[in-house]
């Protein structure tokens, strides 16, 4: 089980691979979780938003859970991405993680309701009493929801969360919490500032594509090593081309020209357009 004082290192939240049916197709998706723990990566975020989370109904949710556990095979942490913007059903599969196996749950805040602080503290609370830890995903631009300072001082008295992934590109409204809970880089270029700031580790996007290399960067960062903030230049052109368009649309087709998934998506996302691809391509080809 993951911990509030734990370094968290860098942990991917991977693609959903998809056949061309759209059907998870399950034998890339263990061949992801192998390359990953070859690749050292610190730990896995499956059927999150790189996962395409929201299109996935609960049977799907539990299938990829299961496949990312039995692959893993304890070999580093398994989280289920569980958020929903209901929290009865949130508490659903925050349940179903914690039966087959999962370290831990993602869970970010209920998006399109727009509840109030008290409400969003309350669906935590609720959630919480599932007894899995839970990594609280903060991402304004998506949930349409913003914590505020009050707000956090109340999230961080819930014993069961223990770690903060955030993606509110807001640095004082966090800055409190670096003392409390384990915060973690959810914007792949913020992740050097983050860690500079006291993060414990980051949950990428571009971990997908350069594992190895970018658990390097965040390790490195974690020890002070000065050399980071040059990976962290080096790897930003990449950063930022993954959100050209809609993420996971950039990030999967990338991978795909990798072999490592089919660029297949469920609606309402798609392939990005051929402009994209070929920046994306142009981007790749220097690293």
């Known amino acids: 089980m993951l911990q509030r004082n734990s370094k968290y290192g860098s942990i991917v939240a991977i693609v959903t691979p998809f056949t061309s049916q759209a059907r998870i197709d399950k034998k890339a998706l263990q061949a992801l979780v192998e390359w990953h723990i070859q ?16 299109s996935l109904n609960r049977n799907e949710r539990k299938a990829i859970l299961e496949i990312c556990v039995k692959t893993a095979a304890g070999r580093i942490p398994i989280i289920a991405g569980t958020g929903t913007s209901s929290t009865r059903e949130t508490i659903l599969y925050t349940q179903d993680a914690l039966k087959l196996g999962a370290s831990a749950a993602l869970v970010v805040t209920p ?52 770690a903060f992934k955030d993606s509110g590109r807001d640095f004082a409204l966090i800055e409190n919490l670096y003392s409390k809970l384990a915060v973690l880089a959810g914007d792949d270029d913020l992740t050097g500032d ?15 594509l350069i594992p190895r290399q970018w658990r390097e960067a965040i390790h490195l960062a974690l020890a002070n090593d000065p050399k980071a903030k ?4 080096h790897y930003m052109p990449l950063c930022k081309a993954n959100f050209i368009e809609t993420n996971p649309q950039c990030v999967k087709y990338l991978l795909s020209t990798m ?29």
């Open 39 to 54: 690749e050292k990566t610190d730990g896995i975020v499956c059927a999150g938003t790189t996962g395409e989370g929201s």
């Open 111 to 162: 998006y399109y309701n727009r509840p109030t602080q008290k409400g969003c503290i309350e669906h935590f609370r609720q959630i919480a009493k599932v007894g899995l830890p839970i990594i609280v995903y903060h991402n304004p631009a998506r949930a349409v929801f913003r914590f505020t300072k009050d707000a956090l001082q109340e999230l961080v008295e819930i014993p069961e969360i223990v």
């Open 194 to 208: 983050l860690l500079e700031q006291g993060a414990k580790g980051a949950i990428s996007v571009i971990g997908n």
């Open 230 to 233: 040059e990976l962290f230049s």
């Open 259 to 287: 072999k490592r998934c089919k660029p297949i998506f469920r609606l309402p996302l798609s392939l990005p357009t051929e402009e994209t691809q070929q920046t994306l391509r142009n981007i790749a080809e220097t690293l």
